[in-house]
Structures are given as structure tokens and as C-alpha cells.
């Protein structure tokens, strides 16, 4: 399976997660990161917080643009929403990232590996609680 269609089977995923909640509800942006307005991965809510979250999976260490994760908070910003990195690595379950946890690397673009997330992030139950 190509990284695309791994990515889009995961939104999906998580898609459904939120909904299967009963009290969540989430919207999956088709084609997010293919327009030049910022436009998070999935926009998520329920009747007393909002959040904005863009999806990424993979086997180690995942990078980000400055752009991916500036758009991500100007989104949520402007729309009141909690900006959320989530990332899902092979065999472990979702974890969510505020963008200020993020590593930074060299090249002033962010990082999450397996071990920031499990520092820095929080599990599906307690996003939701």
C-alpha cells in the first residue's frame, strides 16, 4: 500500500473513531493540503470543544513542514479550534501532539518520533474526556 492510500486509510480510521464515540462528530477535509488556504486533515467537534487535527502515520520518526504546522494553527485560530498533530506509527495505537510539543529540527521544520509522542502526546481516551 503507498504512503497516500496508508494516510487516507488512517483519516478515515480516525475518522470513525470520533464518530463511533456517540458525542464526537468529525469531518474529513478531501484533499487537504492541495489548496493554498490552510485546511486541517480533520475537523473535529462536539458540543463543547473543537479541533482541528492533521493526520500523520508511518514507522518512525515523522517530519513536518513550518508551513504545515503554521497553517494548522492559523487555522485553529481563526476558526477556535485546539490545533492537534495526530500520528499513528506501525502496530501502536493514535497519539495526539499540541504543535509546541513538536522537536524542531535543524532546518527549523518539526519532528515527532515514536518516543515524543509517548512523552509529550496523549492517547485517543484522554483527547476525548
Given at each position: 500500500m503507498g504512503a497516500k492510500l496508508k494516510g487516507v486509510r488512517l483519516e478515515r480510521e480516525l475518522f470513525h473513531m470520533f464518530w463511533n464515540t456517540g458525542t464526537w462528530i468529525a469531518n474529513?477535509?478531501?484533499?487537504?493540503?492541495?489548496?493554498?488556504?490552510?485546511?486541517?486533515?480533520?475537523?473535529?467537534g462536539n458540543k463543547k470543544?473543537?479541533?482541528a487535527i492533521e493526520c500523520k502515520s508511518g514507522k518512525d520518526t515523522r517530519y513536518l513542514t513550518k508551513k504545515e504546522v503554521d497553517e494548522l494553527v492559523e487555522f485553529s485560530d481563526k476558526f477556535g479550534a485546539e490545533p492537534w498533530i495526530g500520528i499513528r506509527f506501525n502496530n501502536m495505537d493514535w497519539f495526539f501532539v499540541k504543535p509546541k510539543n513538536l522537536g524542531v529540527s535543524k532546518g527549523q521544520n518539526y519532528f515527532i518520533s515514536k518516543d515524543l509522542a509517548v512523552k509529550k502526546g496523549i492517547n485517543f481516551k484522554t483527547l476525548i474526556k
Open positions: 474529513r477535509s478531501a484533499g487537504s493540503g492541495s489548496t493554498p488556504m490552510p485546511a486541517p486533515d480533520l475537523i473535529v470543544r473543537k479541533l
